[in-house]
Every structure is written in structure tokens, then in C-alpha cells.
T-cell receptor, first 113, second 114 residues
Framework: AQKVTQAQTEISVVEKEDVTLDCVYE???????LFWYKQPPSGELVFLIR??????QNEISGRYSWNFQKSTSSFNFTITASQVVDSAVYFC??????????FGTGTSLTVIP | SQTIHQWPATLVQPVGSPLSLECTVE??????LYWYRQAAGRGLQLLFY??????ISSEVPQNLSASRPQDRQFILSSKKLLLSDSGFYLC?????????????FGDGTRLSIL
């Protein structure tokens, strides 16, 4: 069975602090893809990153970075020097066979000015 | 570039009334299409997905149905709405060939059942 767990329901940080959002997944497939999405208060989900199971190289994009570790089945997301505009709900998702995505329940991040 | 349009943005309907939400994609051919519901509490629940015209897969049995009359059109319907149908409905598309392609979402429809 496929499953994505985001244990952190809500996180609050003060602006300019770093914050890490955790994502743990379960799958029996050897080939799979992991994603992160951002859902700002306006509601639409914005695609942030895709990572395939054969590429464990960490990625950095500006203030965002992602740490993929197959050994612990984790795909964590770090925001450095957080800003108020980062306040949103963040979803981790898994895709393996077929055309389905499995989303975590999301982590609500509030950045306090 | 590809765009996805979803309407209406908000909808208030009485219990027992019918429903029709529409989603269209532009700028791509033969996309995979998806309907999700996000109830209070944020979790995304996949309702239906389609890999082609007339091909609909249902994930959750309920009083909703979906149709894909054209390649880039996906419709979510109900004959009689229930209170429990309230929520935020999101349409999404992805390129065909499935799992390695990110899904791109519409702006969503906030549905309130009275």
C-alpha cells in the first residue's frame, strides 16, 4: 500500500527562522516519484518539486531545499530565512504505478512577522 | 503554455439539488484529468481520474459522478447533493504517461450545501 505521512499538522515560526517540513512515505515499488506542493490561502495548489526514486541528490532552489533519503523513506522540505509569504499549507505526495497521486494530509505553516 | 480553468469559483446549493462543475485544460492534448475534494482539515481526497475521453475511474463510491465528453473537458456532477458534499473541489491535469508527471491544479470551487 502507498502512504504519505506528514506528522506535523501545524508549525509556527518567526520570520527569518529556518523551518523543516517532514514527509515520510511508504511504497513497495522501486520506482516512484515524490512531489511537494504549496497551497496558499487563496486555495490553488502550486507544484514545487518532483524527485524520482533513483535520484537522491539533494536540491536547492533559492531559499527552498529538499532532502531525499531512501534509507529512511523521507523527503523533507526546508525553507531558509522564512518569510510571511511562505505561510501556506504544504503537501507532500507520492506517485508510483498507474496515474494516481497519494497526498499527505498537509502541514500548515504560519510565519509570524 | 498550458492552463487549466475551473468554474464556478464558489457555489451555494441547497440539499437535494443537482451539481455540475466544469474543468477545461488548454495548451495540451490527451492529458490525464483528476477531481479532488478537500474537506475541512486540508486532506486531499481523489474522487475521479481519467486517462482519455469517456474513461473514468472512480476512487470513492458516493453520489458524485464524472464525465469526460471531450479530450480537455472534465465535469463533476451530482443528481442530488448531500450536506456532506460541502468542500473545496479541485481539478487537476497532468501529461499522459502517469507517474513521473506533476499534477497542475485549477483554482478550485468552494461548494457550500445548505
Amino acid at each position: 500500500a502507498q502512504k504519505v505521512t506528514q506528522a506535523q499538522t501545524e508549525i509556527s515560526v518567526v520570520e527569518k527562522e529556518d523551518v523543516t517540513l517532514d514527509c515520510v512515505y511508504e511504497t513497495r515499488d522501486t520506482t516512484y516519484y515524490l512531489f511537494w506542493y504549496k497551497q496558499p490561502p487563496s486555495g490553488e495548489l502550486v507544484f514545487l518539486i518532483r524527485r524520482n526514486s533513483f535520484d537522491e541528490q539533494n536540491e536547492i532552489s533559492g531559499r527552498y531545499s529538499w532532502n531525499f533519503q531512501k534509507s529512511t523513506s523521507s523527503f523533507n522540505f526546508t525553507i531558509t530565512a522564512s518569510q510571511v509569504v511562505d505561510s501556506a499549507v504544504y503537501f507532500c505526495a507520492l506517485s508510483n504505478t498507474g496515474n494516481q497521486f497519494y497526498f499527505g494530509t498537509g502541514t500548515s505553516l504560519t510565519v509570524i512577522p | 503554455s498550458q492552463t487549466i480553468h475551473q468554474w464556478p469559483a464558489t457555489l451555494v446549493q441547497p440539499v437535494g439539488s443537482p451539481l455540475s462543475l466544469e474543468c477545461t485544460v488548454e495548451g495540451t492534448s490527451n492529458p490525464n484529468l483528476y477531481w479532488y475534494r478537500q474537506a475541512a482539515g486540508r486532506g486531499l481526497q481523489l474522487l475521479f481520474y481519467s486517462v482519455g475521453i469517456g474513461q473514468i475511474s472512480s476512487e470513492v463510491p458516493q453520489n458524485l459522478s464524472a464525465s469526460r465528453p471531450q479530450d480537455r473537458q472534465f465535469i463533476l456532477s451530482s443528481k442530488k447533493l448531500l450536506l456532506s458534499d460541502s468542500g473545496f473541489y479541485l481539478c487537476a491535469w497532468s501529461l499522459g504517461q502517469g507517474r513521473n508527471q506533476p499534477q497542475h491544479f485549477g483554482d478550485g470551487t468552494r461548494l457550500s450545501i445548505l
